[in-house]
């Protein structure tokens, strides 16, 4: 895009992750985006030096200097605040018959999804706990779920039943069916446009979908069981993790493969780009989780070795300077991205941890674990901050909020709790 032929109309501030979004126009009125990524942005960034550097790279002259400093200054006035929450049991609702599989937010945290072994997938309303939707067809467990974010208009939905929907939020009507894969799906998610569906299946392979026609665009292959799936955020690759031992990153517009990593002595069962895609972390039944870098992508960077048992997944912050993970050892582990090092093992759960997630800001950590609580914990000291009691059964998965003010926990006893954040304190 060539932004010097266009007028800078905005700066806006996007704090999670941290940057800038620069909006241009023409002589149309025709708008367009250029992000500015400030991921390692803290409270003692220069940021007199941050407005030469930007100005120097974007088509920007010193007359915005000004602006920038008064942006980038909020910005680091929201990402360096000193928060923690209390959190309070809102509602429990119990609609599913059968345990819970999955819980997802939209962007905008106003609504959320739960899955369910009782083939159904529901729309919820975050604030007052009513039923939107329920979105009825599949002939098996409604293992994943998502919304097309930051949209938010249709639901995926991806069944045992070996196909995947896609759902119009407004009225809950199935808008279209993908029929071909021959096992479960088990993973899923949305191109950054909302025009593809991709699929993840125990058949071994991975699928791109044209959501408006509804028909395979293309496939991937794995020799094992593909458990987890998803796109980089710029869309143009695509990340496969599977039972044969391997993840694999592919071109998203022809189904080419880049990459093997196939360092993994046993099953992955985890494995995700960070938000900038230059790097991917993976994970194992092996014990292990190594790092990647796609600039030097032939071998690993970093294998951490530290865990005792199977490890159920791994995730990034979302400026990718931590990696944190849930193991069937009862314990999650913060990683340094950049020394290497273990920061924290986080102990006090009494059964396996299947679910783990850092909030926008990068400050807290949530776990969900079989013994039926969910705990946040405090990043930077590994302290637990709280306990989230009152399921009767594990935790299939629980989700932060983009704001991190609100979390959903999904349990096996059929029934989603929603926490609200009581109080701030600083």
């Not at 998502?146 to 995926?156: D, I, M, R």
Request: charged share 25%; proline share 1%.
């Amino acid at each position: 895009m060539d932004y010097f032929n266009k007028k800078l109309d905005k700066i806006q501030v996007r704090f999670f992750p941290p940057g800038l979004i620069l909006e241009f126009k023409d002589n149309l009125g025709i708008i367009d985006n250029k992000i500015i990524d400030l991921l390692n942005i803290t409270k003692d960034s220069d940021i007199s030096y941050l407005v030469q550097e930007i100005i120097k790279k974007e088509p920007l002259t010193s007359k915005h200097s000004k602006t920038l400093e008064k942006v980038i200054q909020k910005l680091i006035s929201v990402v360096s605040e000193n928060v923690t929450q209390e959190f309070v049991l809102q509602k429990t609702l119990k609609c599913h018959e059968l345990p819970l599989t999955n819980c997802a937010f939209n962007k905008n945290g106003n609504m959320f999804l739960t899955g369910s072994y009782d083939r159904t997938c529901i729309i919820w309303d975050t604030e007052t706990g009513d039923l939107l939707q329920k979105l009825s067809g599949h002939q098996n467990v409604v293992y994943t779920i998502s919304f097309n974010l930051p949209y938010a208009n249709k639901v995926g939905t991806g069944s045992f039943d070996h196909t995947a929907k896609i759902w119009n939020v407004a009225d809950g009507k199935c808008d279209t069916t993908f029929s071909g894969h021959e096992m479960e799906v088990v993973a899923l998610q949305f191109d950054p446009t909302s025009s593809q569906l991709l699929t993840g299946s125990m058949d071994g392979s991975a699928k791109i979908w044209n959501i408006e026609t509804g028909l395979e665009i293309f496939e991937m292959k794995h020799e094992g069981e593909v458990i987890s799936c998803s796109f980089n955020t710029d869309g143009d690759k695509i990340l496969t993790g599977s039972f044969d031992h391997t993840a694999k990153i592919w071109d998203s517009y022809n189904g080419n493969l880049i990459a093997n990593l196939n360092e993994h002595k046993e099953e992955l069962s985890s494995c995700q780009f960070n938000y900038s895609g230059n790097q991917i972390v993976t994970a194992s039944v092996d014990k292990t989780v190594k790092l990647w870098d796609l600039r030097k992508i032939d071998k690993s960077l970093h294998t951490f070795s530290d865990h005792k048992n199977e490890i159920m997944e791994v995730v990034f912050n979302l400026s990718g300077t931590k990696i944190a993970t849930a193991s069937s050892d009862c314990t999650s582990k913060i990683y340094d991205v950049q020394t290497l090092e273990t920061i924290h093992t986080l102990e006090g759960h009494k059964g396996e941890i299947s679910k783990v997630m850092f909030d926008s800001r990068g400050n807290n950590l949530l776990t969900g674990s079989a013994d039926g609580t969910c705990k946040i914990w405090e990043v930077n000291s590994g302290k637990c901050l709280q306990n989230l009691e009152g399921h009767n059964d594990e935790i299939f998965s629980c989700s932060f909020n983009y704001e991190g003010n609100t979390i959903i926990t999904a349990s096996k006893d059929n029934t989603c709790k929603i926490w609200k954040a009581k109080r701030n304190k600083e």
